[in-house]
């Protein structure tokens, strides 16, 4: 069975960072495409970045040069460095793969950015 464990949120100072981790079981990540999500408050769910098998990457332009996502298929690991934090970068932050067209998600990792 497929698991996602996030882990590495908390509370951080704008310009501040923090990396977030992904423990992945039940699957083989070298061959597959992560992806980093964060649901801010009363907003839906949006893709902040992606990491396909040969490590190219994707960034939307409201995070592109602060955060950098990260994966040690040995480990089966998948992190995202997040620097240069913002009060907008605030959300649940979720890694996410899909396993022969089934999407499976972790718990999520709150990420508050606040002075």
């Known amino acids: 069975q497929v698991q996602l464990v996030e882990s590495g949120g908390g509370l951080v100072q704008p310009g501040g960072s923090l990396r977030l981790s992904c423990a992945a079981s039940?699957?083989?990540?070298?061959?597959?495409?992560i992806g980093w999500y964060r649901q801010p408050p009363g907003k839906e769910r949006e893709l902040v970045a992606r990491?396909?098998?040969?490590?190219?990457?994707y960034y939307p332009d409201s995070v592109k040069g602060r955060f950098t996502i990260s994966r040690d298929n040995a480990q089966n690991m998948i992190y995202l460095q997040m620097d240069s934090l913002k009060p907008e970068d605030t959300a649940v932050y979720y890694c996410?793969?899909?396993?022969?067209?089934?999407?499976?998600w972790g718990q999520g990792t709150q990420v508050t950015v606040s002075s």
């Open positions: 996410s793969l899909s396993v022969e067209r089934e999407i499976f």
């Open positions: 039940g699957v083989i990540l070298s061959n597959k495409y």
């Open positions: 990491i396909g098998p040969f490590g190219d990457t």
